[in-house]
């Protein structure tokens, strides 16, 4: 809708990096917000969130490079002209979780409920650079819909600038995302357990996205009857799903918010503690 957000002489800003920028930093910020209220230390939390933002980076584009490598193949120098463009969005979560299982592994090793509050305190941070990335699709053309008439359907451009009747998929993503942002919002502090608040909206936003994909008129990699980015949308779901039900048995209920990891006890103190003789056991 507006690629270019403004001009000065030879010299344009692009709508679509500006909105990415700003969902990036005040993501950062509400990481950092997080990271004190459920870790107490906002600075780790900050930290994590610029390593997830390089490892993204590097993820995404080793997704981009693997699922075109036929067009790399032949110029492989060009996987390394980032500035041209072309990054996978699973590329960049599935290195993103690696990033923040390391992260977390290093800082608390015996904990792993340590490392669901480090994914919980990004999750609203996450949901919220989504949601602007969304918008920045919309305003530059990416993630274009399907043409076709009727409900749903308005006219816009896709990424090269042509103008026609499609499914407003980008709308249709941004309004998804910000819903998705809002309810995260209004539940903190409400999740039962660590992680569920970032597995639950891993398994709602690509279960959502496995329909969206439907709807969009892009070129894409297919695997039968399915675009390729489905295939993995799915299996995220499948794969919080499966986490939830196993942290719902595994781990304990999520600790005191005025309580730090290191004042929280251990989960075997008390059974270690020698037990109290009882009244006139003495004598």
Not at 52 to 75: K, M, Q, T, Y
Not at 212 to 241: C, I, N
Request: charged share 15%.
């Amino acid at each position: 809708m507006y690629p270019t957000l403004f001009t000065i002489g030879r010299f344009s800003i692009s709508t679509y990096t500006v909105l990415l920028d700003l969902g990036l930093i005040l993501g950062l910020v509400l990481a950092y917000s997080e990271g004190k209220r459920l870790l107490r230390d906002g600075e780790s939390v900050l930290d994590l969130g610029l390593w997830l933002v390089l490892g993204g980076i590097a993820g995404g584009r080793a997704g981009f490079v693997v699922a075109n490598w036929s067009v790399f193949a032949e110029d492989w120098v060009r996987t390394l002209r980032i500035w041209e463009g072309g990054l996978s969005f699973h590329g960049a979560f599935v290195a993103g979780l690696v990033v923040m299982a390391v992260f977390a592994g290093f800082r608390y090793r015996e904990r792993l409920a340590s490392t669901w509050l480090y994914a919980d305190a990004i999750t609203p941070g996450l949901a919220l650079g989504i949601t602007f990335g969304w918008a920045a699709c919309l305003m530059g053309g990416c993630a274009y819909g399907a043409l076709g008439q009727g409900f749903g359907h308005a006219f816009l451009p896709d990424i090269y600038g042509v103008e026609a009747y499609r499914f407003a998929t980008q709308a249709a993503g941004l309004a998804f995302a910000l819903l998705l942002f809002v309810g995260l919002w209004l539940l903190r502090g409400r999740w039962p357990f660590p992680g569920a608040s970032f597995l639950t909206y891993v398994l709602v936003y690509f279960a959502g996205h496995v329909f969206l994909e439907f709807t969009r008129g892009d070129e894409a990699p297919y695997l039968g009857a399915l675009r390729l980015s489905q295939v993995f949308d799915l299996a995220f779901v499948l794969a919080a799903g499966l986490g939830l039900l196993a942290l719902w048995w595994a781990l304990p209920p999520q600790p005191d918010p005025g309580q730090t990891l290191e004042e929280a006890p251990a989960p075997d103190q008390e059974a270690a503690a020698p037990a109290r003789p009882e009244a006139g056991a003495e004598g």
